[in-house]
Each structure stands twice: as C-alpha cells, then as structure tokens.
C-alpha cells in the first residue's frame, strides 16, 4: 500500500516507522525535514502542513497514486485536509474537519458534552463578548481556567493559582484573548478549576465503535517537579499492565466510556469520528474528568503505545477508514519511557538553529530508540528549530529499566539542549501516587 502521512515530528517518525514495517511506502509531507522520515520516507515534500491547496497538488496524490492517508498534527484537520482528500477518492484513517473540531474549538467539545450528558465533564461558559467576561468571573464561587476557544499549541491556558492569582489578573487574560484574538479569534472558554493528576488515553475510532489503547501520562511543564511554562509534551511513561498507579481498572474503564459516548454523540449530530481520538482526563476527588480531546495521537503519548503495538498497522488504518474495526492488534505488556531532548530556553525562548551531534549507535547499543522531532538536517549537519528536537524511547518489562535505559541513551546526545530527567523516574511516579492519596482524602 502507498501511505500519505503529514507531518515532520517524532509522532510522525514512529507512525511512518509503523506502516513501512509490513512493506508498505510511506508518501510523507512535513515542514522541516526530519531525517528519520527522510530516511523511511520512499517520496516526500517540504511543505507547510496546512498548505491543503499545495499539498493536494502534490504529484503521488495528483496522479492517484496514495491509497490510504494519516495526518499526525491537528492543524492540518482543522484546515479540511481530509476532506479535500476524501473528495479525491483518498481513504483517511484521520478525521475530516467537523470532526476534528472536537480538538479546533474547546467551546464545540463542551457543547457535546453539555448536550449529550457525557459524565466527565466540567462546568464551563462560553464568551465572545468582551464586556460579560468580567460580571460572569465576578460571581464565581469557585477557582477557574482561562482557555482560548481556538488551537494554541496547549500553550494559551491559563489557571488560577498556577498561572494567574487574583480574579482581576483572571479577567484581564481572558479579555485580552478577545481583544488579541488569542486563538484566531474564536472566544474564551472559563472553565471550572480542576485538581488531580492528568493521564491521556488514546483510542482507534471507525466512527461506530473505538478500541482503547494503554494509557499515558504526559509531562507538560518544561522543568522538573512540574514547574515552569506548560510545552507540548517534555516526555512521558505508561506501565505494563496498561493503567497508572493511581489509575484503577474502573476509572480506566469510566475513561473509555466517556470517548465512546463522545464518538457516538458526534454521529448523532451527524459527523463520523474516523481516526484516533485522544482524551486529555483528570483524575480528581469526583473521578475522571475531561480536560480536553484532541482529533490525533500525542506527541509524545504515540510513542509510548505504538513502541508496544503488535499487529498490522496499515491495516488498522483501512479498517477505520472503512468504518470497519477490528480488534486483530495488541499492546505489549511491556512500560514504556520517552524523554525529549529540546534546546535550551524551550517553553520561552527556544533556541533555534543551534547544531545538535547525536551518536545514534551509542543510543541503539545501550538499548533505547530514537525519534527525530522538529529539527532540520543542513549538509548532514542536524540542527534545532524552535520545537522539541528528538526523543528517546526506552522499553523494557518494568518502568526502572526502561528508564535507565533512556537516561543512558541521553549521554549520546551534545548540543544547546535540555531534558527533563525525572520524566518516568520511579520517585517522580511515587510522589503522584501520594499526591492523588491525599486529593482523594
Ligand atoms: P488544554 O490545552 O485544554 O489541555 O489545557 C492545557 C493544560 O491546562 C492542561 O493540560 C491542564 O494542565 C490545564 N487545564 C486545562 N483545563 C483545566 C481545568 N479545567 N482545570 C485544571 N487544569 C486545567
Ligand atoms: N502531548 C499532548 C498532545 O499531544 O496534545
């Protein structure tokens, strides 16, 4: 099979690393270009991932040559690209806009969840007038979170007591995503604060049913113990029996529930939900909560399941797209820990085109794997752009070894960057499951 995949990060790398595995030809359009995908890639383009009008006249896709395609970042989907590439007669194991706008607009998410009674979700109001913002905060009885409607990369919310003090501080922010048009100009959602421990789970969506996979817990704070701004994802873990130590079996199951009722109540509303679906839950004193949903995999959360998925991938991706899923793949009973390495002043004021010397063997020969991220390679030369550059992905039978063996495999790497070393760390994990103890009461 001839496979379209958008997008040049490390979600990217190991989902192309998936489909050319069963001999399939990867067709791959990214920005940047990332060696890895370079190297699996059997064609590709250097193009801005929500070009659609360019992308669409690519030639494999002009001259009926793609036979399946999946999208990695949302930016594409809330840009149309699959319809545009249904239209072509192209199957897509990735939502079309309507669908995707589960993740585009944070205000159409809670509308669903509002409407249909899904458990999970939180109280919320929706402004696009600037001057009910402030009355509306005024009354509340309860700490809130400033959220853009519109996609800003996880970096534009704000919550009190963590990013903002004061309600006046609270209402300044969320006014200024109206006047700013923070979010492309979609409004501002407040929503009621929430305390627990985050955890993501994925899910394989042929819009009439899905198929959860293991669950991951994601790092968003750029420093270690969770502080400072929040980024796309420093790293993250999942264990061997597939849950999180403070993650019992029924929550888990509660979780999967809430995406099944998400993906059903978008078919009554008309929209099939092809692809992977992705929630971004909260596990508080009231049980799981709906933070957000995203219309992809995580990056890095992609890395963590399908370095422990065993079936055929490209396969799974023609059952969705023929809204016909089958359960023929499995996960691996094995922990999982990817760390990324970014440059330095990441989350604020990255620095980019700095070169970054990486020993790939040293990395393979002490036992973990290496995704390419955002960097561009000049001359055989590999240099960082504004984003998060590689990631490391260790996998062994417990969550110890695995991450000693990323922590060994980041000596291999020199250059203006960073880590987060705690990331997947059995006393980083043990402080969590203490923290949701005392939360729980
Ligand atoms: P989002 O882009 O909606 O995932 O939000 C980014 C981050 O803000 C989340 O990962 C949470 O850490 C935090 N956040 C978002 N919504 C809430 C909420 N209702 N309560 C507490 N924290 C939140
Ligand atoms: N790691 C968070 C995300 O992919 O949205």
């Known amino acids: ?7 040049g990060g490390a979600r990217e790398h190991i989902i192309g690393e998936k489909i050319v595995k069963d001999n399939n030809s ?3 359009i990214m920005s940047n270009l990332n060696p890895g995908l370079k190297r699996i890639s059997k064609e590709f383009l250097i193009e801005n991932e929500t070009n659609v009008e360019n992308i669409i006249k690519w030639d494999p896709i002009k001259n009926n040559k793609i036979d399946i395609a999946i999208i990695g970042p949302e930016a594409p ?3 149309g690209i699959i319809n545009q590439l249904e239209n072509l007669g192209i199957k897509c194991a990735s939502p079309i806009k309507e669908a995707a706008q589960i993740e585009t607009s944070k205000r159409f998410m809670r509308y669903i969840m509002d409407k249909y009674k899904i458990p999970g979700n939180v109280k919320n109001a929706y402004f696009d007038d600037f001057y009910k913002i402030r009355e509306y905060i005024q009354k509340l009885e309860y700490e809130f979170v400033v959220k853009p409607v519109g996609l800003t990369g996880g970096k534009g919310v704000k919550v009190q007591g963590d990013h903002f003090k004061t309600k ?3 209402i300044k922010y969320a006014e200024s995503i109206i006047l700013d048009g923070i979010g492309g100009s979609k409004g501002v959602l407040i929503e009621e604060k929430l305390v627990g421990e985050e955890y993501t789970l994925q899910a394989f969506s042929d819009g009439n ?3 959860p996979m293991p669950l991951v817990q994601d790092f968003k704070r750029a420093f270690e113990n969770d502080e400072g701004p929040n980024t796309g994802g420093m790293g993250s873990y999942s264990m061997n029996n597939h849950l999180l130590p403070f993650i019992k079996k029924d929550d888990y199951e509660f979780s999967v529930n809430i995406l ?3 993906v059903d109540s978008l078919k009554k509303e008309g929209i099939t939900y092809k692809g992977v679906i992705y929630g971004q839950f909260m596990i508080t004193k009231n049980g799981p909560k709906v933070i957000e949903i995203n219309a992809r995999f995580g990056d890095p ?3 963590n399941v399908l370095s422990i998925f065993e079936g055929n991938f490209v396969e799974i991706l023609e059952q969705i797209a023929d809204g016909n899923l089958k359960n023929n793949f499995r996960f691996l009973n094995k922990s999982t820990v990817v760390k990324y390495v970014v440059p330095v002043g990441y989350g604020t004021n990255p620095k980019s085109n700095s070169e970054i010397i990486i020993d790939e063997n040293g990395i393979l020969n002490n036992g973990s794997k290496v ?3 955002s960097v561009n390679m000049k001359d055989g030369k590999l240099y960082t752009t504004h984003s998060r550059s590689i990631a490391l992905v260790g996998i062994d039978d417990d969550i110890e070894k695995a991450e000693k063996k990323v922590e060994n495999g980041l000596k291999y790497v020199k250059g203006e960057i960073y880590a987060r070393h705690d990331i997947g760390r059995i006393d980083t994990i043990n402080k969590k499951v203490e923290r949701m103890k005392m939360i729980r009461g």
């Open 1 to 7: 099979m001839n496979v379209l995949l958008v997008g």
């Open 26 to 28: 990867l067709y791959t």
């Open 77 to 79: 989907l809330e840009k």
């Open 168 to 170: 006046e501080e609270g």
């Open 209 to 211: 049913k899905i198929f």
């Open 260 to 262: 099944g009722k998400i």
């Open 301 to 303: 959360e992609a890395m």
């Open 371 to 373: 995704y390419y991220g």
